[in-house]
């Protein structure tokens, strides 16, 4: 069988020097999928289906006891986020789990953000490839910067994902207009937001586990 | 708290470890500070999730800290606020989950003496909340066959057999509502134990009286 993301060898965004000083361990990689999202197949919802009775409401109570999510907890709390307000992605999915009763299968792409994330306990977004100029990278928004899609500008220092030419989307926030996967999206850009804590291999088996399953799926 | 935030020996300061969290951190530049500070936030946001973790299924307390506004990179006072936030967050769960320890560990103990001799617990109601587990079961002292066990005095300590099913998507205002607001909390625990001690005196004075 072969490797997903060994066909498709992931890349290593920039990052502004402040941030590389402010918070070592800070990263993001993405690769390049030459699809869409659409419906999920059938074996896609078994796999969910088959993840839902794995997660339990156990795991959901001592997930901020797991390494990787705990660093993602400490890391919002790091940046002015308070993860009881605004959950961590992991933990964004365990309470969807949690209220729902299962993962709901909605479309492909998410089907498959949710399998990758609860396998990997890894952030994880995608943009359309199409609609976004690589290099992507995290760096701090200039003065008079905004978000498409959001009325009025970016305060000054907000930390953004970043193409070559504009902000696309807010660390673990919004993603701008028009940048998103929507149902015309014909290439897809996967990214991983990596914090210390995360090592190396858990953002490689994300990207992997993600493509994985949007190529089986 | 010097032990919640283990200031690094290194780091360049000048305040008391024992203060750390009352005073400003001083530093001899920002980033230092700022990257101490973040340590701190580290340590303690494990400790909150530890106790977060351990206090299930315990509900009511209050996790939150708040948000400084992000995400961007916070100033040095800023970080210190939530550094701040987390160590009084953390000691007010501690003493939360301690204080409820103890109504818990009173709860359990009322059970035991509850079955032990039912008869001084009539119509008594301990609930699994009460001694700090998940579910929905209770232990009622009540008496056998109604009212004729009242008469003779027949009492026993009746365990439900749990949750009731649930009530499905429309069904908000069902059995599992009804009985959650008759559930009864620490202070009638309390109370019913007030009330089995004042039973127990007023039993011991009329006995004395007949001798």
């Known amino acids: ?217 | 708290m010097p032990d919640a935030l283990e200031l690094d020996p290194h780091f360049p300061r000048s305040v008391d470890p024992a203060v750390a969290v009352a005073a400003p951190v001083a530093p001899s530049s920002d980033r230092a500070a700022r990257c101490e500070l973040r340590r701190q936030i580290a340590r303690l946001e494990r400790e909150l999730g530890e106790l977060f973790a351990s206090t299930f299924p315990r509900r009511g307390i209050n996790w939150t800290v708040g948000a400084a506004g992000g995400p961007r990179v916070l100033e040095v006072g800023e970080l210190e606020r939530i550094r701040d936030g987390l160590a009084n967050r953390l000691a007010e769960a501690r003493a939360e989950v301690a204080r409820r320890a103890d109504a818990e560990e009173a709860g359990r103990a009322l059970v035991e003496r509850m079955i032990a001799d039912p008869d001084e617990y009539r119509w008594v109601r301990v609930s699994n909340e009460d001694v700090g587990e998940p579910g929905c079961k209770h232990w009622h002292s009540r008496p056998r066959f109604g009212i004729l066990g009242m008469l003779f005095g027949w009492w026993r300590v009746k365990l439900s057999s749990g949750c009731p099913l649930a009530p499905g998507l429309g069904g908000c205002r069902g059995p599992h509502q009804s009985l959650r607001s008759r559930s009864s909390s620490g202070f009638e625990v309390q109370q019913a134990t007030a009330q089995a001690a004042a039973r127990r005196r007023t039993a011991a004075a009329a006995r004395g009286r007949r001798r």
Request: net charge neutral; charged share 30%; no cysteine.
């Open chain 1, 1 to 217: 069988m072969s490797d997903p993301v060994d066909d498709r060898p992931t890349e290593a965004g920039f990052l502004d020097p402040s941030l590389r000083d402010e918070f070592p361990g800070l990263g993001l990689r993405y690769v390049s999928v030459d699809r869409g999202s659409g419906r999920s197949s059938r074996a896609l919802k078994e796999r969910l289906r088959v993840l839902s009775d794995r997660f339990t409401g156990a795991q959901a109570i001592t997930l901020r006891r797991r390494p990787i999510p705990s660093a993602y907890r400490v890391f919002f709390r790091h940046i002015g986020l308070d993860p009881d307000e605004q959950p961590t992605p992991v933990e964004e999915i365990a309470l969807e789990r949690m209220k729902k009763g299962g993962f709901v299968s909605q479309n492909l792409l998410d089907d498959a953000l949710t399998i990758a994330t609860i396998e990997s306990g890894v952030a994880l977004r995608a943009f359309d490839a199409d609609r976004v100029s690589v290099p992507l990278g995290l760096r701090l928004s200039h003065r008079g910067e905004g978000l498409e899609g959001r009325r009025g500008e970016l305060p000054p220092g907000t930390i953004v994902i970043a193409d070559r030419g504009r902000p696309i989307g807010l660390l673990f926030g919004a993603i701008a207009a028009g940048r998103g996967v929507s149902p015309k999206t014909r290439r897809m850009l996967l990214s991983s937001i990596q914090v210390k804590g995360v090592p190396d291999i858990a953002v490689e088996e994300a990207l992997w586990l993600l493509v994985e399953a949007l190529e089986t799926g």
